[in-house]
């Protein structure tokens, strides 16, 4: 049987220069249709689980985009609504570049530097 993770009091952290802890949530994947590059999300939580960040592998940047797609939120009230907004982002910029009559191409996808994926 395994061992569930175990919770973590803030106060651990209340230590001279430690900032911002959080907690890792959950990593999910997927691919757009037409590329092979899997795309990752994870989500990371406060300890208090009153907000929560994401980091991803890719940004979507189609042919006629100025840039990368990016959100303007930097935190979330939930993680499902984190993982809503960058699904939302890959999903409107993949299905306008595809409207537009552009073929999917692995060059979309701008590798982040948030992480070390």
Do not use: T
Request: negative net charge.
């Amino acid at each position: 049987m395994s061992e569930q993770p175990q919770e973590v009091p803030k106060q651990v952290f209340d230590r001279p220069g430690v900032v911002n802890p959080r907690r890792f949530i959950g990593e999910y994947c997927f691919e757009l249709e037409g590329l092979s590059e899997m795309i990752r999300v994870r989500i990371f939580g406060s300890l208090d689980k009153d907000w929560f960040e994401v980091a991803q592998s890719h940004y979507l940047q189609p042919p006629g985009a100025s840039g990368p797609a990016m959100s303007e939120a930097q935190r979330y009230a939930s993680a499902e609504e984190a993982l809503n907004d960058v699904l939302e982002l890959f999903s409107r910029g993949y299905e306008e570049a595809v409207n537009a009559g552009h073929k999917p191409d692995e060059s979309w996808l701008m590798p982040s530097r948030e992480l070390d994926w």
